[in-house]
T-cell receptor, first 114, second 111 residues
Framework: DTAVSQTPKYLVTQMGNDKSIKCEQN?????MYWYKQDSKKFLKIMFS???????INETVPNRFSPKSPDKAHLNLHINSLELGDSAVYFC?????????????FGDGTRLSIL | ELKVEQNPLFLSMQEGKNYTIYCNYS?????LYWYRQDPGKSLESLFV?????AVKQEGRLMASLDTKARLSTLHITAAVHDLSATYFC???????????FGSGTKLNVKP
């Protein structure tokens, strides 16, 4: 069973379009995250949710809007895509606030903007 | 903002050799995590270091944490080609709601 699953795995689209990425975890974790990994492999947190509540919102453009319908799902909607949005987006989850377990990552969504 | 620095960023080594990857961080934390990422793949957890002086070993990899020096090391013993990957350290803040990752160390083990 896949612990953290993201769809789609690949997303190729044109500048200006709107797209969504979905994430689901079946680990029973309370905290979910979105990360962006750029072409140099640098990994930076974008958002963090605890039990559907937004906790961390890094200085991410308003074009990015996360939504957590329940604690097992965290989706990411991106409006008006720009060339600089090309990256790999990872969803992750972890148990709430204990830190004794690592984050579990999804396989990533490779977003390419033409 | 917390800074997490890894060095080296690139490491090319021969099979059978030993080497150490360093991870320095700029603020107090008593936890540190190491992950491995293969090309085009997800991040896989290697070690969770939970306190000062923690040492964990798995196969040819050994990780340690010195919270006073704000330093973690990942030591590779008798490297094999299968260890070729990018290794990341990560430090938590804000009650584990935010993790700062190092830039990654790309390891290439040559046969």
């Amino acid at each position: 069973d896949t612990a953290v699953s993201q769809t789609p795995k690949y997303l190729v689209t044109q500048m200006g379009n709107d797209k969504s990425i979905k994430c689901e975890q079946n680990l029973g974790h309370d905290t979910m995250y979105w990360y962006k990994q750029d072409s140099k492999k640098f990994l930076k947190i974008m958002f963090s949710y605890n039990n559907k509540e937004l906790i961390i919102n890094e200085t991410v453009p308003n074009r990015f809007s996360p939504k957590s319908p329940d604690k097992a799902h965290l989706n990411l909607h991106i409006n008006s895509l720009e060339l600089g949005d090309s990256a790999v987006y990872f969803c992750a989850s972890s148990p709430l606030g204990q830190g004794v377990q690592p984050q579990h990552f999804g396989d990533g969504t490779r977003l390419s903007i033409l | 903002e917390l800074k997490v620095e890894q060095n080296p960023l690139f490491l090319s080594m021969q099979e059978g050799k030993n080497y150490t990857i360093y991870c320095n961080y700029s603020t107090t934390s008593d936890r540190l995590y190491w992950y491995r990422q293969d090309p085009g793949k997800s991040l896989e957890s290697l070690f969770v270091l939970l306190s000062n002086g923690a040492v964990k070993q798995e196969g040819r990899l050994m990780a340690s944490l010195d919270t006073k020096a704000r330093l973690s090391t990942l030591h590779i013993t008798a490297a094999v080609h299968d260890l070729s990957a990018t290794y990341f350290c990560a430090v938590p803040l804000y009650n584990f709601n935010k993790f700062y990752f190092g830039s990654g160390t790309k390891l290439n083990v040559k046969p």
